[in-house]
């Protein structure tokens, strides 16, 4: 059994992909697998995987029809053998110490998870100064500080979501998945993985190179634009119910429901996405019914009671208690 498993899910990234590959095989820690899932990639990436696995015993490839990240990361993880986990995205890539230094933390403190620093860079792997990620440290959390860290933060929150600038232990996704089909699919995740860390470790160092794209998908626009924000907020409004945090499961709902009343900015043009945007709706008040039933106040079901009615009336409510 391998320390650690290394999942790469490889689609349309010709370009990028033997830089990424050798920054995995080159790491100074080398007790790993390294597992490259072609998300049947139109391009060269197939051969290319091919060709990494003759090179380097320890890659193995997956070949599977294009399911898209979510699915293509899944597969990795059911795959894995490894005592412990990481990804990396096919057009990014390590430094080479990244892997022994999240190593080294875990073992010193029996960290759940591990998490080290990231910088973006541009396609000619020249470092950008935005966002500033300089103001980490290294410390150990507990998943409520983790919470804490989290929601002061501008775009420097990425650190804690995103999947690929960490270590996990691969019980932490003993049941826990990606989300198929969802843009932001590390948000969705976030809850249930954070849930079960008992021990965060968290490192200034640098260990990982976020290559900025025009084509990628996280190049197209704020988060505001999809639904797939709203949806996000919908289940940490009832993750963080459930944890018994009133407050911050209301302060969530209510940034889903202002995301949901900029109607401008989804674009809402096939049934289907219409049908989602009032699903997230309805979500709305579901949510506010449920806060009122655990927290017993009255207004909350007066909130439900009016988005029951429509989010434009509900708004309208709100615009004339200002």
């Known amino acids: 059994m391998p320390a650690i498993s290394v999942i790469i899910p490889v689609y349309k990234v010709e370009p990028y992909l033997d830089a990424c590959v050798s920054s995995v095989v080159g790491q100074t820690f080398s007790d790993l697998e390294i597992l490259l899932v072609d998300d049947g990639s139109p391009d060269r990436c197939p051969e290319l995987c091919d060709a990494w696995a003759q090179k380097d015993p320890r890659v193995r490839v997956i070949h599977q029809e294009n399911g898209g990240l979510s699915a293509a990361r899944n597969t990795g993880i059911e795959a894995a053998t490894g005592e412990f986990l990481a990804f990396v995205d096919s057009d990014d890539m390590l430094e080479p110490d990244a892997l022994r230094r999240a190593w080294e933390a875990q073992q010193a403190c029996q960290a759940d998870l591990v998490i080290f620093n990231l910088v973006y860079v541009d396609e000619h792997n020249h470092p950008l100064p935005a966002p500033d990620f300089s103001g980490f440290r290294d410390e150990v959390l507990t998943a409520d500080e983790v919470w804490q860290r989290y929601f002061v933060l501008?775009?420097?929150?990425?650190?804690?979501?995103?999947?690929?600038?960490?270590?996990?232990?691969?019980?932490?996704?003993?049941?826990?998945?990606?989300?198929?089909?969802?843009?932001?699919?590390?948000?969705?995740?976030?809850?249930?993985?954070?849930?079960?860390?008992?021990?965060?470790?968290?490192?200034?160092?640098?260990?990982?190179?976020?290559?900025?794209?025009?084509?990628?998908?996280?190049?197209?626009?704020?988060?505001?634009?999809?639904?797939?924000?709203?949806?996000?907020?919908?289940?940490?409004?009832?993750?963080?119910?459930?944890?018994?945090?009133?407050?911050?499961?209301?302060?969530?709902?209510?940034?889903?429901?202002?995301?949901?009343?900029?109607?401008?900015?989804?674009?809402?043009?096939?049934?289907?996405?219409?049908?989602?945007?009032?699903?997230?709706?309805?979500?709305?008040?579901?949510?506010?019914?449920?806060?009122?039933?655990?927290?017993?106040?009255?207004?909350?079901?007066l909130r439900a009671a009016l988005l029951g009615l429509g989010l434009p009336v509900y708004l309208a409510f709100l615009h004339s208690r200002q």
């Open 154 to 301: 501008a775009e420097q929150k990425i650190y804690y979501v995103v999947a690929w600038n960490k270590l996990y232990r691969r019980e932490l996704f003993k049941t826990l998945r990606y989300a198929p089909g969802k843009r932001y699919e590390d948000q969705f995740l976030l809850p249930g993985l954070l849930a079960q860390c008992k021990t965060v470790a968290c490192l200034r160092y640098v260990g990982y190179r976020y290559a900025q794209r025009g084509g990628s998908i996280m190049a197209q626009g704020s988060s505001r634009n999809y639904l797939d924000r709203s949806e996000f907020l919908l289940e940490w409004c009832d993750s963080f119910a459930g944890k018994g945090d009133f407050l911050r499961a209301e302060g969530l709902l209510n940034d889903a429901i202002a995301n949901l009343g900029e109607k401008h900015r989804f674009d809402l043009s096939t049934p289907a996405q219409r049908a989602r945007y009032r699903t997230a709706c309805r979500g709305c008040a579901a949510a506010y019914r449920m806060l009122a039933q655990r927290t017993g106040q009255r207004s909350m079901l």
